[in-house]
């Protein structure tokens, strides 16, 4: 209808009758300069500087008293009534001058004051009856209602931080009632200051108004911080339902027992389903796709990377249903520190037989490098039963490969190295530059067997092919840094061979396990966890000191009789200087650790790559190698790495890996705390390593692993668990025919043909009844 350019930054508003006029409303803008302008339809009317203004508070409207009143940032509630600021001085320029105080017009002054002693975050006039209005402020912590002429009604102190309120037409007369929301999620409603009701929020309401929606009074409407509007309404939904007479009959065990056998059937097939995990044949199907190029304009959201650029690589996330599914979320997880643009997707109906494309960048966010180029895409959907109409929660999952590139870029090879590997395979070594065809220079020919690469965080790692043997050596000079080359050149080499058809292709390392270089990364994560414990207890000390000094401070300003300060004001200052290098160090020392424990993880995972390269590991053995040495996610003062796998090595060295019953039957220790050192973990470490180049296997069934096997010459194997002994091992016809006949008597013989102390005591320790 109209529009005026507002001419101030404007702060907030409130309209009305002003004056007393008939059949139309005004406005009333405040800048945050502290002026009033008042608009008249088109016509921009007047404008007035508030007195004393530093900042601008709420601002009402009372056609009672045809006032304006606010809260000023001197804490106290300010009334001014409409025929003042009409006549009072124009304001179209701020000036303090003599010449503005000594020239025309009046002087704009308060109606009436009222220190409320803190800053107001909202206020209303509220009038339900012909009688009497009030004026309702809420605070910090306290809420006021004053009269028209500023005097307090009442007041009530508030037990939390609220966020809004609104007053609403009470029940009993001349009471006032009020919603009033808070920062803990909750919705307060008081009669004057009486609490009547309390009620759960799912956010934290920054405004609310009572409505009537679709024929329902009284519907409470919030709106949250993030912008997400919510109707609720109080009290429960009346149950028309009348429970029938009960007619006594006779009891039918027929019928009770079919019905009881149909209700077992249906929990065992609850039981027997799938459940939160992934299915190979669900309703849902999700795929992933990773770009075989960069981007050409680089997605990172910031350059924390000391690089000129960081590059991103473009994941595609396909998802396919094969029924309407409704609330699916998506979920994309990726290692530490590599970042994606968006990792959390909700859907509100997937149609089905229809493909749906996500697609998401993937950077590197740190400083550091990742231990894993992996990724995982989940999805989660809900799919209701029978028994369960909300539905049973229900998981697909896939893992995409992200590209070496996207953290390295091809660079000079270096000579020398401090740490190197030398991975052994059963074939002629591959040309470096058909395995790494983006990293390598064409022009270049020694390219063909050496071959140099530089992460994007500065280290180097160079691979080398021998010209005459089958092997590959792997060198830099950091430890940690040689994982994801190792890795990937395994990888590499597995795929090249399998696209040219050969099945036996296998990798092994024959050197010694680096696990001095491994107790050195191990010391530098454990350093800096002994080092924010440290910090931590100097923080907390410091801040006790610094309460300490406020409480003397405090006692000291309110007594009546000034007393010298004894220069407790500098030593607060200075404890306030320590408190915040404290807290600096502290919050230094938990980045440092995080990325400790990011390249232990890849340590970590050398060395288990080695050791089954090592000993030939099966797939099942390297899993529980890696949930021994892998068990946490994130690294916490609470729960660290060294203790948790300090005790997940010492269960495997008494139970799988243990020489006799004795360390078997040793327990371990309930709690976890963090070690003074690391001495009792590196020795956990290399005695697994001795027991696993003795023989030893991993496995995790305690039968299993209890159990001992023993050949007899020329004979078959025997097993200490068996439950009898098989014929074959009994030499002669008679040993077979008491065999046959009397077992117990074949057992007698069979122990006394046990020659030697250590079958002896086998024999002993495992009877076979």
């Known amino acids: 209808m109209y529009e005026h350019h507002l001419q101030r930054i404007a702060c907030n508003m409130t309209y009305g009758s002003f004056g007393g006029v008939?059949?139309?409303?005004?406005?009333c803008i405040q800048s945050m300069d502290g002026m009033l302008m008042l608009f008249e339809q088109e016509s921009y009317a007047f404008g007035r500087f508030l007195p004393g203004f530093l900042l601008p508070g709420p601002l009402t409207y009372s056609s009672r008293t045809d006032s304006f009143i606010t809260v000023s940032s001197c804490r106290q509630v300010e009334s001014y009534k409409y025929q003042v600021l009409a006549f009072a001085t124009d304001a179209d320029k701020?000036?303090?001058?003599?010449?503005?105080?000594?020239?025309a017009g009046k002087r704009l002054v308060v109606d009436w004051t009222l220190n409320i002693g803190e800053q107001a975050l909202d206020i209303c006039v509220v009038s339900f009856s012909q009688s009497a209005s009030s004026v309702l402020v809420l605070g910090e912590r306290n809420f006021f209602c004053l009269k028209d002429n500023g005097q307090i009604r009442f007041m009530k102190k508030l037990g939390f931080s609220p966020s809004c309120f609104l007053p609403y037409c009470a029940v009993s007369e001349g009471a006032v009632s009020t919603l009033i929301g808070n920062h803990s999620n909750m919705l307060h409603i008081y009669q004057d200051v009486t609490l009547k009701w309390a009620t759960q929020l799912p956010h934290v309401p920054v405004a609310v108004?009572?409505?009537?929606?679709?024929?329902?009074?009284?519907?409470?409407?919030t709106l949250s911080d993030n912008g997400h509007l919510q109707c609720s309404y109080l009290g429960t939904d009346p149950s028309l339902f009348q429970a029938p007479k009960v007619d006594s009959r006779e009891i039918n065990y027929e019928?009770?027992?079919v019905e009881m056998k149909e209700l077992q059937k249906i929990i065992r097939d609850v039981n027997t389903s799938p459940g939160p995990l992934a299915e190979k044949e669900g309703f849902l199907s999700i795929f992933a796709s990773v770009s075989s190029t960069l981007d050409s304009v680089s997605q990172a959201a910031s350059h924390a990377v000391g690089a000129e650029a960081v590059p991103s690589v473009t994941v595609q996330v396909m998802m396919q249903s094969r029924l309407a599914l409704q609330k699916t979320k998506l979920s994309i997880y990726v290692e530490s520190p590599l970042a994606a643009t968006c990792d959390r997707f909700i859907f509100d109906s997937l149609e089905p037989e229809i493909l749906k494309t996500i697609s998401l960048s993937v950077f590197l966010k740190g400083n550091y490098l990742p231990s894993e180029l992996e990724g995982t895409a989940m999805a989660s959907y809900s799919m209701p039963t029978d028994l369960n109409p909300d539905g049973i929660l229900r998981i697909v999952q896939c893992k995409f490969r992200l590209p070496l590139k996207l953290i390295c870029l091809p660079h000079q090879p270096s000579?020398?190295?401090?740490?190197?590997?030398?991975?052994?395979?059963?074939?002629?070594?591959?040309?470096?530059?058909?395995?790494?065809?983006?990293?390598a220079n064409q022009s270049d020919d020694d390219q063909a067997n050496v071959l140099g690469f530089r992460f994007i965080t500065g280290s180097q790692v160079t691979v080398l092919a021998s010209k005459t043997s089958q092997r590959y050596r792997i060198q830099s000079e950091r430890f940690e840094d040689l994982w994801l080359i190792t890795k990937e050149l395994t990888l590499r080499l597995q795929e090249h061979f399998e696209k040219q058809g050969t099945k036996d292709f296998t990798c092994s390392f024959s050197g010694c396990i680096?696990?001095?270089e491994y107790f050195d990364v191990i010391d530098q994560h454990f350093e800096l966890r002994l080092n924010g414990e440290k910090v931590e207890e100097l923080l907390s000390e410091r801040a006790i000191q610094f309460r300490a000094i406020e409480r003397r401070l405090l006692t000291r300003f309110k007594d009546k009789t000034p007393a010298p300060l004894q220069h407790l004001d500098t030593l607060l200052d200075g404890t306030y200087k320590q408190v915040i290098a404290l807290a600096d160090a502290a919050e230094e020392n938990h980045s440092n650790l995080l990325q400790s424990f990011t390249r232990l993880k890849s340590a970590t995972h050398l060395v288990i790559m080695l050791i089954g390269l090592?000993?030939?590991l099966s797939s099942d053995q390297t899993a529980i190698l890696e949930a021994a040495f892998l068990p946490l996610q994130r690294d916490s003062q609470e729960l660290g790495w060294e203790e948790t796998v300090d005790a997940a090595v010492a269960h495997l060295l008494k139970t799988c890996l243990s020489k006799s019953s004795k360390e078997q039957a040793l327990n371990l220790s309930s709690q976890l705390t963090i070690p003074k050192d690391t001495s009792r973990l590196k020795k956990h470490i290399t005695l697994l390593c001795d027991r696993l180049a003795k023989g030893g296997r991993l496995c995790l069934s305690t039968d299993a692993a209890a159990q001992q096997t023993i050949v007899m010459p020329g004979h078959t194997r025997w097993s200490l668990r068996s439950p009898l002994p098989p014929e074959s091992c009994f030499t002669s016809a008679r040993c077979r025919r008491w065999w046959q006949t009397d077992p117990v008597r074949s057992q007698r013989k069979f122990k006394s043909s046990l020659k030697g102390t250590c079958w002896t005591k086998l024999w002993s320790l495992d009877k076979i009844s």
């Open 255 to 257: 019928e009770l027992d």
């Open 415 to 439: 000579k020398t190295a401090s740490h190197k590997l030398t991975i052994d395979t059963n074939k002629p070594p591959i040309s470096l530059l058909s395995l790494f065809p983006g990293f």
């Open 94 to 103: 701020r000036e303090d001058t003599e010449q503005q105080k000594l020239g």
């Open 614 to 616: 090592w000993q030939k």
């Open 22 to 27: 008939k059949g139309r409303d005004l406005i």
């Open 514 to 516: 680096p696990l001095q």
């Open 209 to 221: 108004k009572v409505g009537c929606l679709q024929g329902l009074k009284g519907v409470i409407v």
